[in-house]
């Protein structure tokens, strides 16, 4: 009798606990999942563009790479920007040809997709591409080379849509030293201060990811307008010049500015970090052979193949470098700018598809919802408002000053 009692009430035990148990991981998973598709998501640096040239389709959902449609609406990823790359060591006509068939490419994608994504130039655009159930789709330029010295060059980029300039790449420009290269100028050079004044002018963002130290503390002394790192991490965590210091972060955000994570893993982690330092003259080889399509996947394979696998890397190390930004720039000056389909992602975050878990794991910290919508892309916006903003201001005192 007694035995029958205790077996009652051990199964008793057994039904009852499980779900007593796992409802809290239930109803945090769903809790995240509703906010994270319910929230602005802006991914500042996507390396997708290139694929574009070719026969590769965007629509559909592929086995490799980052980012396609598909993707894009299982990770709840509805604004990006399309980065135009064209490699440092092409400049002149050629450079700003490239680009322009780059910029070209994108604008057709979205035209082709009217229903699926809208190009937007401007904050309020975004804000109606959301309400419309529409992916916002905005360009950045990552490389001052491509305006080929011209200001009214710069000045057509815009028009066209680009939203923001990465002053310099992985090698110096004619007037801006850049992190992966020797200093040539000290810095900015007067045209490449023009350069910032004109950006301002305009309302596109200066992008300060990529630039050497002493460029970044020149442009902070130049622009009358906050801001970007489009898609940099913490130097404190991994010992990368690509990285943003504490220091450098903290200016950022005395600026008004927002530094937007980068989820390569070789600005996550240092070893990590040392593997790269040793595969990069390989990296630059490899691509110079085919520079058009600028296949990171393919180079890294036979990385792989001549000097071994890369450290493992968490995805967990991305919310390591948004909370230490948080911490050391402040809740409003942090975002995300992954370098998808142009890195080596860390494990766990093997795709565009993976996104909500970065908001699962800020809620699992503490973050509360309006933190963590800020974080994916609400900060973004209020920086690109201000960069609006003040290009307006700039054109008022023009107008005053000129009577015209």
């Not at 790192?229 to 950022?252: G, Q, Y």
């Not at 052979?289 to 990171?296: A, G, I, K, L, V």
């Not at 909370?323 to 700018?337: E, R, S, T």
């Amino acid at each position: 009798m007694m035995h029958r009692i205790l077996s009652g009430f051990v199964w008793l035990i057994i039904l009852r606990c499980p779900p007593g148990e796992a409802q809290p991981a239930t109803d945090a998973a769903a809790r995240a999942r509703e906010l994270h598709f319910s929230s602005l998501v802006l991914d500042t640096h996507v390396d997708t563009t290139s694929k574009l040239l070719s026969t590769w389709s965007f629509v559909e959902e592929h086995a490799s790479g980052h980012v396609d449609l598909p993707r894009l609406k299982k990770g709840g990823l509805n604004a990006l920007f399309f980065s135009i790359y064209v490699p440092g060591t092409v400049t002149g006509p050629e450079a700003v040809t490239k680009a322009l068939e780059r910029i070209a490419a994108v604008h057709k994608l979205i035209e082709d997709l009217p229903g699926e994504m809208a190009l937007c130039m401007r904050t309020s655009e975004v804000r109606a591409a959301r309400r419309q159930g529409k992916i916002a789709a905005l360009i950045g330029m990552e490389g001052g080379h491509m305006i080929s010295n011209s200001l009214p060059i710069l000045r057509d980029y815009a028009l066209l849509g680009v939203r923001y300039l990465t002053l310099t790449h992985s090698v110096n420009t004619d007037w801006a030293d850049s992190s992966g290269d020797r200093p040539r100028h000290n810095g900015l050079t007067d045209f490449g201060r023009d350069v910032v004044r004109e950006l301002n002018r305009l309302g596109v963002m200066v992008d300060v990811s990529h630039v050497s130290d002493k460029t970044f503390w020149d442009v902070l002394e130049v622009s009358r307008a906050p801001v970007i790192a489009s898609h940099s991490s913490c130097r404190a965590l991994a010992d990368n010049p690509r990285n943003m210091t504490d220091a450098m972060m903290r200016a950022v955000a005395e600026k008004g500015g927002v530094v937007q994570i980068n989820f390569h893993r070789g600005f996550l982690d240092n070893a990590a970090s040392e593997y790269e330092r040793r595969a990069g003259p390989m990296l630059r080889e490899l691509l110079s052979r085919e520079p058009e399509t600028r296949d990171y996947q393919a180079a890294f394979q036979e990385i792989r193949r001549r000097i071994g696998s890369p450290p493992a890397v968490s995805w967990e190390r991305i919310i390591d470098h948004i909370d230490h930004a948080v911490k050391v720039a402040g809740i409003d000056h942090v975002g995300l700018g992954s370098d998808f389909d142009g890195a080596q992602m860390p494990e766990g975050m093997g795709d565009c598809a993976q996104l909500p878990r970065i908001t699962e794991a800020l809620l699992g910290k503490g973050y509360s919802d309006s933190d963590v919508r800020r974080i994916l892309g609400e900060n973004t916006l209020r920086l690109m408002t201000e960069v609006e903003q003040t290009a307006m201001r700039l054109r008022d005192q023009k107008s005053a000053a000129t009577g015209k």
